[in-house]
C-alpha cells in the first residue's frame, strides 16, 4: 500500500482481504480474475480511493498473491517431472473414463 497514492485504516484492507477472499468462492475464470478484482475494487472506491489508483492496487495485489504460487507449483511440476497431459489423465481415471 505503501507505493500508491492513497491511506486507509488497516481495518479497510482487511476489510477489502475477507471480501475478497468471499468473492473467489463464487465460481469465475482461473486465478479468479473479475471476481477477486471487481471486489477489490469496490471496496478500496467506497473508502474515497481514487478508482483509477484503487485499479491499480488491486491488480498489483492479484498479481503478487497469484504469482509466487503459481510459479512454485510450476516449479515442482518441473521438478518432478509431471505434465499437463497426466493431469488430464488423472481426471479422466477419477471421473471413470
Known amino acids: 500500500m505503501h507505493g500508491f497514492d492513497f491511506s486507509v485504516p488497516f481495518c ?29 475494487m469496490a471496496i478500496l472506491a467506497t473508502y474515497g480511493v481514487n478508482y483509477e489508483v484503487a ?7 492479484h498479481a ?6 503459481t510459479a512454485l507449483g510450476t516449479c515442482y511440476m ?8 497426466e493431469f488430464g489423465l488423472a481426471a479422466a481415471v477419477k471421473a471413470g473414463g
Open 12 to 40: 479497510v484492507l482487511m476489510l477489502m482481504n475477507g471480501v475478497v477472499n468471499l468473492a473467489t468462492t463464487i465460481p469465475s475464470s482461473p486465478g479468479y480474475v473479475g471476481t477477486f478484482d471487481a471486489r477489490g
Open 55 to 61: 485499479q491499480a492496487y488491486t491488480l498489483i495485489l
Open 64 to 69: 503478487a498473491l497469484w504469482f509466487p504460487i
Open 78 to 85: 518441473w521438478r518432478e517431472s509431471v505434465s499437463w497431459a
